[in-house]
Antibody
Framework: EVQLVESGGGLVQPGRSLRLSCTAS????????MSWFRQAPGKGLEWVGF??????????EYAASVKDRFTISRDDSKSIAYLQIYSLKTEDTAVYYCTRWPPRGQLGPFFDYWGQGSLVTVSS | DIVMTQTPLSSPVTLGQPASISCRSSQSLVHKNGNTYLSWLQQRPGQPPRLLIY???NRFSGVPDRFSGSGAGTDFTLKISRVEAEDVGVYYCMQATQSPWTFGQGTKVEIK
């Protein structure tokens, strides 16, 4: 069974940093791209960024709104994807979801499994 | 950025009756490779999103066949042939043709 479990969220003061983890199980983690999305309280969904599998270069891309402060990485030996957030702002308050991006050659992405999410609250 | 617009934003439906959600994009979602990367997701109350449909009309594993997707270019539709109680939630369309990937505002499906 595919499982994605986010952790590392909580209450953080503005300007601080935080690292979220997404621990995967039930599939060969290294074969998949991983993406992060977020959802502010009572709001819709927003794409944050993704990281490709090593087979596709292992590179990351980000939404323009976060690219200077967010870093996505992965440890395939541990089946974990990370989202590092620097200089947190109150508007970063949201549930952060990690998702799986199945490999399919040159075809575009879709996200087949979503974690339960990790709530990050930025407040003084 | 591509803007995704869903209608209606709220859809009260009688159990057993059909429901339809429209999603329109501000520009064509046909990728230069000829494919269209439009997905539909369901978010039940208090739950994470769940993939229903990808590439316009491909139903994801385990998704009931009462859900179907259609459309092309800039206009897309999600249909539920007979709404069941478990279908209550918010439905989102999402495009992954052009970065940044963007979502519609969401359509809330509720039972009358």
């Amino acid at each position: 069974e595919v499982q994605l479990v986010e952790s590392g969220g909580g209450l953080v003061q503005p300007g601080r940093s935080l690292r979220l983890s997404c621990t995967a199980s039930g599939f060969t983690f290294g074969d998949y791209g991983m993406s992060w999305f977020r959802q502010a309280p009572g709001k819709g969904l927003e794409w944050v960024g993704f990281i490709r599998s090593k087979a596709y270069g292992g590179t990351a891309e980000y939404a323009a709104s976060v690219k200077d402060r967010f870093t996505i990485s992965r440890d395939d030996s541990k089946s974990i994807a990370y989202l590092q957030i620097y200089s947190l702002k109150t508007e970063d308050t949201a549930v952060y979801y990690c998702t799986r991006w199945p490999p399919r050659g040159q075809l575009g992405p879709f996200f087949d499994y979503w974690g339960q999410g990790s709530l990050v609250t930025v407040s003084s | 950025d591509i803007v995704m617009t869903q209608t209606p934003l709220s859809s009260p439906v009688t159990l057993g009756q059909p429901a339809s959600i429209s999603c329109r994009s501000s520009q064509s979602l046909v990728h230069k490779n000829g494919n269209t990367y439009l997905s539909w997701l369901q978010q039940r109350p208090g739950q994470p999103p769940r993939l229903l449909i990808y590439d316009i009309s491909n139903r994801f594993s385990g998704v009931p066949d009462r859900f179907s997707g259609s459309g092309a270019g800039t206009d897309f539709t999600l249909k539920i042939s007979r709404v069941e109680a478990e279908d209550v939630g918010v439905y989102y369309c999402m495009q992954a043709t052009q970065s940044p990937w963007t979502f519609g505002q969401g359509t809330k499906v509720e039972i009358k």
